[in-house]
């Protein structure tokens, strides 16, 4: 068209940056951007609209924003791009802000803005601001569109409120595939095995065709509940479907089976892979070789994971610690100095519970809030209980070369703990005690929290990295399997 000496126009561009958009051609959409400033077309709505979009969904932040910003009008494609874009990049607090000045600019707004906004509360667990954006929601009548609703679903199962969940999905008239796989995914964070089977099964019957993150919503409920041969049923009906295993269905089953104690099974599957094993799945084994002790195969497995190069920063601790409980404490050493030289930092294990319109936030050891002395107290109390309840700490989660006092302080005093014991203290006793996690939590404090709320009379919820584990008179809804 170029070559024809023809113009592109207000139609033209915004197809070309969708393009660029689609196949991540940041440089060609930064040809074509230079295009529309020469021609003229860059004070468009429509043109600088869809500039922002392709440049939000390349990631390239800093860019949208200037756009977004030099434009002389906006309508709804800008403002959502831009939310959109600084959802996708981590960016929560950027993408609320502007949500929030569209509203008092009196700009419309739609599902999929809406659906990007509750998307950031649902990754920061922010519950009652979720529940304050469906009530907006409610109000515009956008509750009934499956894009909202799938992140509605995934908003109240990650804080812990699948009731909820439920309820939104029942009242969604048409659903997406997308709003049935976090449906799926979220009964089994939330250890529903059966409904996530079930809905499957819905989902089938509706003509609705189950896509890859279906089968990794139901081979991950398979994966928590122990349930080898169904597992293995699902992994092969995907290529009924018609899709492909990939790296990450491969995972899932190396982790139902190496949670299920059958490590050679996994070995063997890892094998037989048609594609290099790459760190999620040589992580899955070394997981289930933690689970089940065998620490000879997890050093094997351990060396494996280094050769593969650059690995992440929880790779790193998750090798150190199974080098540490194999006895291999020099190389466990090595692992975390190869961490620093790297220049990596260990993620810090924190919890925090939602009190009011705020988070509380705690790290082991934490001294540092300001009811600190109160929260203490009331976590010396709750042991003193425990311990005549029948509750013994278990200190070889501490995988490190210290004298027994000091693995007993180091475990009393993780951040749940803490976050319980200050939910105790501030969450009134008909509602029940919400903590999250940015880690898997530890066995003891498993064990701990179970007698916690058996001498509290207490519900408490924890999300960790991996699901979510309802305590409630000394039981947890994961049968300690997790």
């Not at 949208?64 to 709804?76: I, L, S």
Request: aromatic share 10%; proline share 2%; hydrophobic share 40%.
């Amino acid at each position: 068209m170029l070559a024809a000496s023809l113009r592109p126009d207000d139609h033209i561009y915004p197809s070309v940056t969708k393009s660029c958009a689609i196949l991540n051609r940041i440089d060609v959409g930064q040809s074509v951007h230079c295009l529309a400033l020469k021609t003229g077309f860059h004070v468009d709505v429509f043109v600088a609209s869809s500039v922002v979009d392709m440049y939000a969904k390349c990631g390239q932040m800093s860019n949208a924003r200037n756009m977004f910003d030099e434009m002389p009008h906006r309508n709804v494609v800008s403002w959502s791009g831009m939310i959109s874009g600084y959802t996708q990049a981590g960016e929560g607090e950027e993408a609320l802000l502007l949500f929030k000045q569209a509203l008092l600019e009196d700009f419309d707004v739609n599902d999929f803005t809406f659906s990007s906004v509750v998307r950031v509360c649902g990754s920061w667990t922010l519950l009652e601001l979720g529940r304050q954006i469906h009530g907006f929601c409610f109000k515009t009548s956008f509750d009934s569109s499956s894009f909202v609703g799938s992140s509605l679903v995934s908003l109240y199962s990650k804080c812990g409120v699948i009731e909820e969940a439920y309820r939104v999905f029942d009242e969604v008239p048409v659903r997406n595939v997308g709003m049935w796989n976090a449906m799926m995914i979220a009964c089994a964070q939330h250890v529903h095995t059966k409904k996530t089977f079930d809905l499957f099964k819905q989902m089938e019957s509706s003509g609705m065709k189950p896509n890859f993150i279906t089968f990794l919503c139901v081979l991950y409920a398979c994966s928590h509940a122990g349930l080898v041969e169904k597992g293995h049923h699902y992994f092969q009906l995907m290529k009924e479907y018609g899709i492909e295993p990939g790296e990450m269905h491969y995972a899932s089953l190396v982790d139902l089976l190496g949670r299920a104690g059958k490590l050679q099974d996994a070995v063997i599957v890892i094998e037989g892979m048609p594609i290099e094993p790459t760190e999620s799945v040589l992580g899955a084994l070394l997981t289930g070789c933690r689970l089940h002790g065998n620490t000879e195969l997890a050093a094997s497995v351990a060396d494996k994971i280094f050769k593969l190069g650059s690995v992440s920063s929880g790779m790193h601790v998750l090798v150190s610690n199974a080098y540490a409980a194999a006895g291999r404490f020099e190389e466990a050493a090595k692992a975390r100095k190869r961490l620093r030289d790297l220049g990596v930092k260990k993620e810090t294990g924190l919890s925090w519970v939602e009190e009011g319109n705020k988070i509380q936030t705690f790290a082991a050891g934490d001294r540092t809030h300001m009811r600190t002395k109160e929260i203490y107290q009331k976590l010396e109390e709750l042991e003193d209980e425990m311990e005549r309840a029948g509750y013994v700490a278990d200190t070889s989660f501490v995988l490190r070369e210290v004298n027994n006092e000091e693995k007993n302080q180091t475990i009393r005093y993780h951040s749940e703990r803490l976050a319980v014991a200050f939910g105790l203290l501030t969450i009134p006793p008909d509602r029940p005690i919400r903590i999250m996690k940015n880690l898997r939590i530890c066995g003891d404090c498993h064990t701990a929290i179970k007698f916690m709320s058996k001498c509290s009379g207490r519900v408490i919820v924890v999300r960790d990295n991996n699901r979510f584990h309802r305590f409630e008179d000394g039981k947890c809804t994961c049968g300690d399997y997790w």
